[in-house]
């Protein structure tokens, strides 16, 4: 509703931001400038473009500055919080990795304590000028909302949360609806609504009963406008479809499906791709450069065969790929069609290590690579447990509307290993599910980092 307000929000909270990290940068470059070489200067200098750029890229992939979080002042302190950590980790990373010895370790410390300083300074401020808007009588718009009901109070809780210039004053309803106490007062019934809007020079009316609801609201809604009171409907859905739905516009349609899905955007999609990219690159140049003679060397002391196990997978959108593992197994007739048990006496020894520990998965960091996986999403099943499945769990098949991952919020919750009665498939494409509906890429670090705490505590279910 105040879209050119929230961009300009945006662009004033990163301007503030960059504002705090320059200054920063430069007190502690005056601070320090005994220790300080002159020939160094253009390394500091490089130093600050690349801390502004991190921070830049960090906040971009994380939505820092998106609408839903600015305007929650404890969601976005929070995610400032994460992302000022991930910028630390990341400048260290590039100091270790660049070999970047010229610049002071005192100066790294002070600038990164000063821009943490600054960010919180910065939040403050924030925190004052929205509750300057809060408490600017020429700014703020008194509103009511006609009815009484689910619809109704979940528009007061976004009106609490998102309408900065917004006043909600109560409810107009009729005592008859009324069962329960309200956050805000029930002011009067709906045939005085507009008197009572007038009253409280109110410049705005959600209503949440619709003229099918009650044909009065047809000519309340034209008085409103005379009386120069906007006057906006808020439709119930439920009356056309009995389950929750998600909705979206093309345009000015608005489209009705049955779940959200951010790996639909484009944006978020590029995203979670650069995240693979970055990774699996990293993970394929330092770890499975020598991994792989390693454990193919081991692989081939104790059974013949190939060092790599293929199978295929059930991917994206139900097309089928290669899913690349270190072999654990000895050469077997069931290797795609019966899954690892408890004491399987088809794994190898040098297999039930590499099982325990997860090493056997690491050559799926070429799948993500090459683009057939993901780091996080639904693990990927072989084709027939794909088809076994999806015969007696109605939303299997959902869950293949994204890549498959390396690793999963069902496996990070618990569900990972040998499947041994439809209460667990059942479970896993639940939270398949949840992951697809819910996904952000703090959510996919999240996953990650629980993946790596978990394969060094040690997991039952890893066999």
């Not at 439709?235 to 779940?259: A, C, K, W």
């Not at 072989?382 to 939303?395: A, C, G, Q």
Request: aromatic share 16%; proline share 3%; hydrophobic share 45%.
């Amino acid at each position: 509703m105040n879209t050119q307000f929230e961009r300009y929000l945006q662009m004033t909270l990163v301007a503030l931001d960059l504002f705090a990290l320059t200054i920063g940068y430069f007190f502690c470059k005056i601070f320090f400038t005994d220790i300080i070489p002159v020939d160094y200067w253009n390394v500091y200098f490089q130093y600050w473009t690349i801390s502004v750029s991190v921070w830049l890229v960090l906040c971009f992939l994380l939505r820092t500055y998106a609408g839903k979080i600015i305007l929650v002042f404890e969601y976005f302190t929070k995610r400032t919080t994460q992302v000022y950590l991930m910028w630390i980790i990341c400048m260290l990373f590039y100091l270790f990795f660049s070999r970047e010895f010229r610049i002071s370790r005192v100066f790294i410390i002070s600038s990164m304590l000063a821009f943490g300083l600054g960010l919180l300074g910065n939040r403050f401020l924030y925190l004052g000028i929205k509750k300057y808007f809060k408490n600017s009588h020429y700014l703020i718009k008194k509103v009511l909302i006609l009815g009484y009901n689910d619809t109704a109070k979940k528009l007061a809780k976004y009106l609490e949360e998102d309408g900065i210039n917004m006043q909600l004053l109560g409810f107009i309803e009729d005592d008859k609806n009324v069962h329960e106490l309200s956050h805000y007062p029930i002011i009067t019934d709906v045939s005085r609504a507009l008197q009572v809007a007038k009253e409280f020079d109110v410049v705005e009316i959600f209503s949440t009963i619709t003229p099918e609801q009650n044909k009065d609201i047809y000519d309340l809604m034209y008085q409103s406008e005379k009386e120069c009171i906007r006057f906006k409907i808020v439709p119930n859905l439920s009356v056309f479809i009995t389950r929750d739905v998600h909705i979206e516009y093309f345009g000015e349609l608005p489209i009705l499906s049955l779940r959200s899905e951010p790996l639909d955007d484009v944006g978020n999609r590029i995203k979670k791709r650069v995240l693979d990219i970055i990774v699996s690159f990293f993970v394929i140049i330092f770890i499975l450069s020598w991994l792989v003679p390693v454990l193919g060397l081991l692989i081939l002391l104790e059974s013949r065969g190939p060092v790599f196990f293929s199978q295929l997978r059930t991917g994206k959108n139900k097309k089928s790929f290669h899913c690349y593992k270190f072999r654990s197994m000895r050469k077997n007739k069931d290797a795609d069609l019966k899954q690892a048990t408890v004491n399987d006496s088809r794994v190898t020894k040098i297999g039930k290590f590499i099982r325990r520990t997860s090493l056997d998965e690491f050559p799926q960091f070429i799948n993500v690579f090459k683009g057939d996986m993901s780091l996080v999403g639904p693990r990927p099943h072989m084709l027939k447990h794909t088809n076994d499945y999806s015969k007696f769990v109605d939303e299997y098949m959902v869950r293949q509307f994204l890549k498959p991952g390396i690793t999963g919020w069902a496996q990070v919750n618990g569900y990972r290993g040998e499947i041994t009665n439809p209460e667990q498939i059942k479970m896993r494409v639940n939270k398949d599910l949840w992951y697809l509906e819910n996904w952000s890429l703090w959510l996919d670090i999240q996953i990650l980092f629980l993946t790596i705490y978990q394969v060094f505590k040690g997991d039952k279910n890893a066999f």
